[in-house]
Antibody, heavy 119, light 108 residues
């Protein structure tokens, strides 16, 4: 079945780095744009970044631009989020999500991985 | 930057109809998508492109979009519909995804 499984979360000190992964299965990963969306505890959904199906284009929320990098390995069906200079306000559950082929809707979401930035 | 506004909460009795709104400047000119999120779970797409319904989503869920307001309508509300609902658009000016702040639907 179509599935996204995130990993790599944990507790990290402010200013440090962390890399998240999202393993995709059950669909043609290389055909779909992919997103990262985060949710701080008790808060709403916040978009983080998107990468095109071929990895040639990416866009970021203003709050993470210059600190986070989205990338993908289509040969490994894996999406990544490299996070640097982490701040307390980056604390959240990070979900990866698959964009549909013909719309901007996100039709498959992973369960998420928790990132806690704390000293 | 573009902004979507949702009421923080909506309450409805079982069997009644819930209308959840999503406001934005000329949102009718954009494609709006809606997600349902229950506690501790990932969001689930319930409406795409204003009114499309993914397979597996009950016909009780419908959507519309015109002018400055998009609306998710849930007919014959059930206890299992209690959840947070988020609207979403792609802002082509900024190349950003925009989510509304979410509406908590309470079934009385």
């Amino acid at each position: 079945q179509v599935q996204l499984v995130e990993s790599g979360g944990g507790v990290v000190q402010p200013g440090r780095s962390l890399r998240l992964s999202c393993a995709a299965s059950g669909f043609t990963f290389s055909s779909h744009a992919m997103h990262w969306v985060r949710q701080a505890p008790g808060k709403g959904l916040q978009w983080v970044a998107v990468i095109s199906h071929d990895g040639n284009n990416d866009y970021y929320a203003d709050s993470v631009k210059g600190r986070f990098t989205i990338s993908r390995d289509n040969s490994e069906n894996t999406l990544y989020l490299q996070m640097k200079s982490l701040r307390a306000e980056d604390t959240a559950v990070y979900h990866c999500a698959k964009r549909t082929l013909y719309t901007e809707a996100l039709d498959v979401w992973g369960q998420g991985t928790m990132v806690t930035v704390s000293s | 930057s573009y902004w979507l506004t949702q009421p923080p909460s909506v309450s409805v009795a079982p069997g009644q109809t819930a209308s959840l709104t999503c406001g934005g400047n000329n949102v009718g000119g954009k494609s709006v998508h809606w997600y349902q999120q229950k506690p501790g779970q990932a969001p689930v797409l319930v409406i795409y492109d204003d009114s499309g319904r993914p397979s597996g989503i009950p016909e009780r869920f419908s959507g519309s979009n015109s002018g400055n307001t998009a609306t998710l309508t849930i007919s014959r509300v059930e206890a299992g519909d209690e959840a947070d609902y988020y609207c979403h658009v792609w802002d082509s000016v900024s190349d950003h995804v925009v989510f509304g702040g979410g509406t908590k639907l309470t079934v009385l």
